[in-house]
């Protein structure tokens, strides 16, 4: 250990003295800050989030009128009102005469005015309760879940007063038009807000986007690291005083750690702020976002995967460096090495679609993609327990097969110059070392 | 302690390729000692296993009286022949680290480390990093860091390559240095020059096997052609009484422009031949003498008869064992 030790100091105390190391650090908490009052400043900044709306009716029947307090009775928190987030809308009914064009024309001019509280205008033309053709122009028509809400407010009040013209009692018509609410939750989550879910599935890919580009940095910055060592002929004083598997491990310790007090700082960061943060917001008079629970388990997991995900790819990398002679070379051979772990982090997608499926049990748990896929996992689903066993036995078994081939592949390429080696050269290497 | 290293039937094998091919050495201690060989010899096989980078197939080694081991190896400075320093560090805590890897602590190394640059006149770049520094300083630091943990061995392999002449001038004062201190130098070089001027023992090893070794003269006087010129006073020849002596085992026409006709002979000395006795005959037989002088051998007309000249098979050799280690 004592011959470790000095290794471990300076490949630590040199990687936290990088500049992209601090500035890595630092950017986690900022991001993590960012996406939390990011959206509330909007918010805030977007005029308390209504929605003025001008319902203009030329239909002479009133339904413009029911429309307008429709919309108006929905607001964030109503699970009817699908997802707008903490807008609302303030809608004004203005029956029209005539063919509208004249009203349409201020409407619109309205609209576009600088400063105007006027957000758009909804048309319903003098044919409309027989077309059921209405026009919307405002300026947030792009918005889908507003446009959703709209279509399905006016949808809603058309089809109750033709169904009432039809004669159909209005207490059937009540419990006909009654809205229907799904909630979606995770098992063993405890409330049953849609949010949750979904900002669960955002909080694992989160996870799985950490994983993989600290994997990746932290992992290539040994390959770095070990072609400088042997390009710049320094690795063969080193082996006149450590033995290569001590200098190798050594080496991997030093950035782990390095690369772990990070993740510890972002994780740390995250946790706090999912726990403080609606305080915070609160006490600043803010509306408190809606912040979902992360479960222990879920940070030992990740904190797990990715602490042997790191060791996993950087005994690769490390191989790689010593197998490369030029950056060039290493360039070449740091991208298969990152292939299965690019594989992993594309399976977000399958885990999206379904956390169940068996591409996503198979991605959690093989070792080479199961540090992105597994934490991300186990934030969108109960992975069942015996996963997890597998999974951590595995890479355990794993990481420990492949530190003891990179160390052979190491302790011969390191000081062997000249040109890469074969693969049949790379079999003797492992079979002679 | 005799010897500071030990060789016994050291062989190393890569597959079916011997790179060194059972070798006895011995170094005794407090000596300076030179490693010759042509390139691709075998030297530097030989020096990283006595370093313990790599592992002999066969044979034993032992470095200041021990098997090799990390512990012992605390005691041995090395400089390679391909050498680098990172970068990016600054001198005090790349030497720092060097010398915390042969277990001497920062704290202890740290008035080493600034004694030695300001010997070498290097104290204000303390804390600058390695890539600030011109070639010839970092090779300074270089030489600082083979010796800052005050090692008993100093293995230099190629020391010279690569220096202009002032770093060449503090390399030997170094060397100089460490001689008076009492400190074992192994010295490898394919310069017999430096080996001459710097060394009291030296070996020659080529093709992975040991040819010659001893102290310079023993080698002088052992394993060279004796030669010795001579001039008759009236320019008669004395070819015919050189050939017919027993101490003669050949005799060279005269050579070079003015020689012919002056009476001008080298004769090459039998091996254990006293010179004396053939003084005597030639005395005897009434040769009248106006010079008998005994040549010595360089230490490179050694070498080039012992290793002679195979540039083909060494340059395959040198490949083999590049590929190979």
């Excluded at chain 1, 792009?142 to 004669?167: C, D, P, Y």
């Excluded at chain 2, 240095?177 to 130098?185: D, Q, R, S």
């Excluded at chain 2, 192994?186 to 030296?202: G, K, M, Y």
């Excluded at chain 2, 006709?261 to 053939?278: E, I, V």
Aim: glycine letters at 10%; a neutral charge; one cysteine or more.
């Amino acid at each position: 250990m004592s011959r470790i030790w000095p290794v471990i100091k300076r490949e630590f105390t040199e990687m936290v003295r990088t500049k992209a190391y601090i500035f890595g650090t630092l950017l986690g908490p900022v991001l993590i800050a960012g996406m939390i009052a990011v959206p509330l400043l909007f918010l805030h900044a977007g005029g308390g989030g209504e929605r003025h709306v001008r319902i203009l009716d030329a239909t002479g029947t009133g339904v413009g009128q029911e429309i307008a307090a429709a919309l108006s009775a929905t607001s964030a928190g109503d699970a009817a009102a699908g997802d707008l987030g903490d807008s609302r809308f303030v809608a004004e009914p203005v029956p029209v005469t005539g063919t509208g064009d004249a009203e349409r024309r201020a409407a619109r001019e309205e609209v576009v005015r600088e400063r105007s509280s006027l957000d758009g205008f909804l048309f319903l033309a003098p044919d409309f309760m027989e077309t059921g053709h209405a026009a919307y122009e405002g300026r947030n028509a792009t918005s889908m879940t507003q446009m959703g809400q709209i279509r399905s407010i006016v949808t809603q009040a058309v089809r109750a007063r033709r169904l009432n013209e039809a004669g159909v009692d209005p207490r059937v018509l009540a419990q006909v038009l009654q809205p229907i609410r799904i909630d979606t939750r995770k098992p063993g989550a405890e409330d049953e807000t849609g949010a949750e879910a979904e900002s669960a599935v955002l909080i694992g890919m989160l996870m799985a986007m950490a994983v993989y580009f600290a994997v990746v940095l932290f992992a290539a910055s040994v390959m770095r690291g070990v072609l400088e060592e042997k390009r710049d002929r320094i690795v063969e004083v080193l082996l006149s005083s450590v033995t290569a598997r001590q200098f190798i491990s050594g080496k991997v310790m030093g950035i782990g750690a390095a690369s772990l007090i990070q993740m510890f700082v972002w994780v740390g960061f995250a946790a706090a702020a999912l726990s403080f943060g609606p305080d915070i917001a609160r006490s600043a008079g803010l509306a408190a976002p809606d912040l979902p629970r992360v479960p222990a388990q879920v940070a030992v997991v990740f904190l797990f995967f990715f602490a042997t995900g790191f060791l996993l790819y950087a005994a690769m990398f490390g191989a790689a460096g010593a197998i490369a002679t030029t950056d060039q070379e290493a360039n070449q051979l740091q991208f298969p090495v990152t292939i299965p772990l690019l594989i992993g982090f594309f399976m977000m997608y399958t885990l999206i679609a379904d956390a169940e499926s068996g591409t996503a049990v198979a991605g959690s748990l093989i070792p080479f993609t199961a540090p992105v896929v597994l934490p991300m996992r186990s934030m969108m689903t109960d992975v069942p327990t015996w996963q997890y066993i597998v999974a951590v036995l595995l890479m355990l078994v794993t990481v420990w097969a492949l530190m003891i081939a990179a160390a052979k592949i190491y302790r011969i390429g390191v000081l062997s110059t000249g040109k890469k080696p074969t693969l049949k050269e790379l079999g003797r290497w492992l079979r002679t070392a | 302690m005799k010897h500071a290293v030990e060789m016994t039937g050291v062989v190393k094998r890569y597959g079916d390729f011997e790179a060194v091919r059972g070798v006895d050495l011995r170094i005794p201690t407090g000596t300076t000692y030179g490693l010759l060989g042509p390139n691709g010899a075998g030297k530097t096989t030989s020096i990283r296993m006595i370093l313990g980078i790599i592992e002999p197939s066969a044979g034993e080694i032992r470095v200041l009286g021990e098997p090799v081991s990390r512990e012992v190896l605390d005691h041995v400075g090395y400089l390679p022949e391909e050498r680098g320093v990172y970068k990016k560090m600054t001198v005090r805590r790349l030497l720092s680290f060097l010398a915390e890897l042969k277990g001497v602590a920062p704290r202890q190394s740290a008035p080493w480390i600034d004694r030695w640059l300001a010997r070498f006149e290097m104290a204000e770049w303390r804390d600058s990093r390695l890539e600030e520094l011109s070639k010839g300083m970092q090779q300074k630091i270089q030489f600082i860091s083979t010796v800052l943990h005050d090692p008993e061995l100093v293995i230099l392999d190629e020391p010279f390559s690569g220096l202009d002449p002032i770093n060449q001038r503090v390399l030997r004062e170094i060397i100089g240095i460490l001689k008076k201190e009492g400190k074992t130098i192994l010295f490898s070089t394919h310069i017999i020059e430096h080996a001459e001027r710097i060394c009291d023992h030296v070996c020659i090893i080529a093709r992975g096997r040991l040819l010659v070794d001893g102290t310079v003269q023993q080698v002088k006087t052992d394993h060279g052609e004796r030669f010795v010129s001579i001039a008759t006073a009236d320019g008669s020849d004395a070819g015919a009484v050189l050939r017919a002596s027993a101490a003669v085992a050949a005799v060279r026409d005269p050579s070079g422009p003015g020689e012919a006709g002056r009476g001008l002979h080298h004769a090459t000395l039998g091996p254990g031949a006293d010179p004396n006795d053939l003084l005597r005959e030639l005395v005897d037989k009434g040769v009248p003498l106006r010079r008998f002088e005994l040549v010595e051998p360089t230490l490179e007309q050694v070498f080039i008869d012992r290793v002679g000249e195979d540039p083909v098979q060494d340059e395959r050799l040198q490949e083999r064992e590049v590929a190979h280690v």
